[in-house]
């Protein structure tokens, strides 16, 4: 039997790899999912063959609550909430890679010193990933406001930390694995992910589920050397490297090192002192900005989290086909981190069957601004932020923008006269070149169709 | 038992293949594959339910129990999530043949 669960193991992890190789391509990327899907079932299935194992109940049971839980959640949350549901599970994930060195650290017999240290390694950035992503998902799921910042708040972070490592250490020198350290450990390592997490911005929270879906992968991987499961040391180590590389990207995309998202202070002082900004902003109606962009030659759309919010990615399609229909070129904008994840405005637009050869990324389509005639900014803000380029005072400057302000006409539509989810003030409302049109994303964009339409 | 250097060369070799595997994914899919990894960590699952199925004390069933729990829910959502999303891109891509 011993041999049998080797080889679906295997199995398992080749299909992993394959699977995850397919879903970096969109053409083969369902298949990817499939792929490893199918591995998933196999090594689970086998899982209930090793030997020596009881409980068989409390098993089924629990696979079957949380199974049929998110199986539920996954199938009824919108599109819009997906970057929480991710965080959620994975935070589920990094919950069950604390809970296997839970239970290894209380049986207590370990070959080596070192694979009690693996099992504390592991239990702790399991359960750092858990707390973390758990204030993930309460962030985006609009359960927590706004970051939570008080003094010295690194400082005691660094502390907590600290003390985690040397009640691990002190289970290690004491060889005691079962006794009240292990308690405080936990109890540490979980503080410190909450800790470390709330004090995040909403902007920066792509990365930081990027980050502990890698830590979550890490962990599984180092329980996976613990208990000697080829398996789980190959995917979660995978998962670990590919996740690692996927927050540096977005990153980078975001000009902000990973330590500055985790240490920085985004938005920290604003609310003090307010950049003054020049100009007014100039609102527009439907019908003038109908016209404006009926008889314009090339319009670009750039979408943000509020086309999310307001549900509107299919009236922006139709949209598009209005103008399309008119002889219109029209483009669609995509900043990395628009919206809450990286790819989200993509994942949103192909949900309404946009063409993914019309959507451009930063660096294709920031040329092509000045030749533009109407941009249309549906949700962004922190985005189009021409003060990312030119007021190095802001939180935000550095960051690549896309450069809409270079447009001939900007159209902004825009629920009220709020700021950016990084509270900061956004001087391209003001531009002289900019109107705003005030609504719900969705409404509004209904009645742009209809302007159009009747011209 | 995989130990020693043997541990040290699977956690590099693994490592390597995870960021080759997606060095070259197009920003269009950092979403799908970000959940699609996030499923893949899954695989937590089997050695949770290895975890509970080894368990003695009633505590530690408690904890395995949880365990086994919130991996199901990590498989389990993950892969529904990563479908869904995907789904959409067959649907994008099968109007652009026609």
Known sequence: ?????????????MLFILGLKRMSSPLTARAGILWAGSGMLVA???????????????????IAIGGVAAWWSGRKVAMTNMPQMIALYNGMGGGGAGAIAAVELLKGDFHSDAFLTLALLGALIGSVSFSGSIIAFAKLQGLMKRPLRFAFQHHINLV??????????????????????????????????????LPIGGADMPVVISLYNALTGLAVGVEGFVLDNAAMIIAGTVVGAAGTLLTQLMARAMNRSIGHVLFGSFGEEHGEEQETVEGSLKPIDVTDAGIMMAYAERVIIV???????????????????????????????????????????????????????RLYDLDEINAQFPQTDVVLVIGANDVVNPMARSNPESPIYGMPILNVDQ????????????????GVENALFYADNARMLYGDGQGMTGELIQAIKQL | ???????LYIFMLAAFTGYEVISRVPVILHTPLM????????????????????????????????????????????????????????????????
């Open chain 1, 407 to 422: 447009a001939r006409n900007v159209i902004i539509i825009k629920r009220g006269q709020g700021k950016g989810f990084s």
């Open chain 1, 303 to 357: 979408p943000g989290y509020g086309m999310a919010v307001a549900q509107a990615q299919h009236k922006i399609k139709e949209l598009m086909h209005v103008l399309l229909d008119r002889g219109i070129d029209v483009k669609f904008a995509i900043h990395p981190v628009a919206g809450r994840m990286p790819g989200h405005m993509n994942v949103l637009l192909a949900e309404a069957d946009v063409p993914y050869d």
């Open chain 1, 160 to 197: 907590i930390f600290a003390l985690a490592l040397a009640a691990g250490g002190l289970i290690i020198k004491t060889g005691d694995t079962a006794g009240i350290g292990l308690l405080i450990f936990f109890a540490l390592a979980l503080a410190f992910g909450v800790l470390k997490t």
């Open chain 2, 1 to 7: 038992m995989i130990e020693g250097f043997t541990a």
């Open chain 1, 44 to 62: 689970t299935l086998i899982t209930f063959f090793w030997p020596g194992m009881e409980n068989y109940l409390l098993m089924t049971v629990a």
């Open chain 1, 1 to 13: 039997m011993d041999t049998v669960i080797e080889i679906c193991y295997f199995l398992a992890a």
């Open chain 2, 35 to 98: 959940s699609g990894s996030n499923f893949v960590h899954g695989i937590v699952l089997v050695g949770a339910m290895v975890a509970l199925g080894h368990a003695d004390t009633t505590l530690e069933r408690v904890i395995g129990f949880f365990g086994v729990m919130l991996s199901a829910g990590n498989a389990v959502g993950g892969y529904v999530v990563t479908e869904r999303m995907l789904e959409m891109f067959k649907s994008s891509k099968g109007r652009d043949k026609r």
